[in-house]
């Protein structure tokens, strides 16, 4: 340790700081130059001198021992450091709150995994699904490549015939033990990662990681009802988890199809169904598609453009409750855009009688329009 620095310079404190002032002080400096956030050389010399001024400093009795003696006073009690003994573990927690103190000291209050388990990462996939399958639900086939444990080492990274063995620099625990100046802390192995365990002769298809690309096919349980965007979840289906880890998940992302004739409103459908002029004028009844095959809907005469007519649960199925929507039918009333001369002569006969009998009975609309144009130029 490099020279011994008045604890209160050390903090930057005056002499009579508060408790409070003093932990402010101590939080500052220790977040400076905790070594594994501050790698300048001194760091840890540095830290380790701010961890020694605070346990003595935070220490009434320590304190007044301090302020009268100095470093070379003489001993509290019989013989030793007058000054040994580190920092509340409480007091730590409350300087530097849960997240921060569980990654600065955290290793040494609440121990470390004995083995390397990790979690495998979750693997994301799209479904693309006609509205006919929607509407049925069930399950699919899925295909996809995913990590996966190596079939040559079975996962273990170890070349076969061999088998991983005790980590020399931490004897098979796993943890090594690390002195900051009063904080003894207990920290994971860097040479084994942990686990207690390095792979002296690595398996040659996976290079030790004991992970390989495998294709699988899964069966995914598809609810009726679902719509583009919604994510479903295989738990244990995404890529292996090494060391003995859980596996991730698969998560499938719903696309759905566009449909030749159906856009999906929710749960309700809506389909457009183009009738001739005399259908529209005279009623008609006509075939349209449902989800459950071919249905005639009788239009009504007098029907005009742009009306709407409800099949009653005739939609796709409500994902989340009983039952199903609805399938709207908007009639679209097609204007003829190619007239035989035949069409015509039959158009021009009717619309000569429409002008004649119009007196007797108008159209609504029409008399309405031309009612106001005249109005208009008038
Ligand atoms: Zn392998
Ligand atoms: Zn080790």
Known sequence: MAETLDYYELLGVARDADAETLK????KQALQYHPDRNSEPGAEDRFKQINAAYAVLSDPDKRAHYDRFGHEGPGLGAGGNPFAGGINPDDLRDIFGGDVFS????SFFGGIPRRDARHGRDVALDLALTLREVADGGDHSVSFRRPGRCQTCAGSGARPGSSPVTCDTCSGQGKVAVSHGFI?????????????RVIADPCGDCRGSGVAAEEVTVTLPVPPGVATGQRL???GEGAHGKGGGQPGDLLVRIMVKPDPFFERDGDDLVCEVPISFPQAALGASVAVPTLDGKAKVKVPAGT???K??????????RLRGMGRGDQLIRL?????????????ELLEAFEQISLEEAGEHPEPRRKG?????KEWFD
């Open 24 to 27: 402010k002080a101590y939080r």
């Open 308 to 317: 709407v007519l409800r099949l009653r649960g005739k939609g796709l199925p």
């Open 369 to 373: 329009f031309l009612d106001k144009l």
């Open 233 to 235: 979840r295989l738990v």
């Open 184 to 196: 003894r802390m207990v920290q994971g192995c860097p040479a084994c990662q942990g686990s207690g």
């Open 332 to 344: 679209h009333v097609e204007t003829p855009s190619r007239l035989s001369p035949r069409q015509r």
């Open 103 to 106: 990654e600065l000291f955290g």
């Open 304 to 306: 005009q453009s742009g």
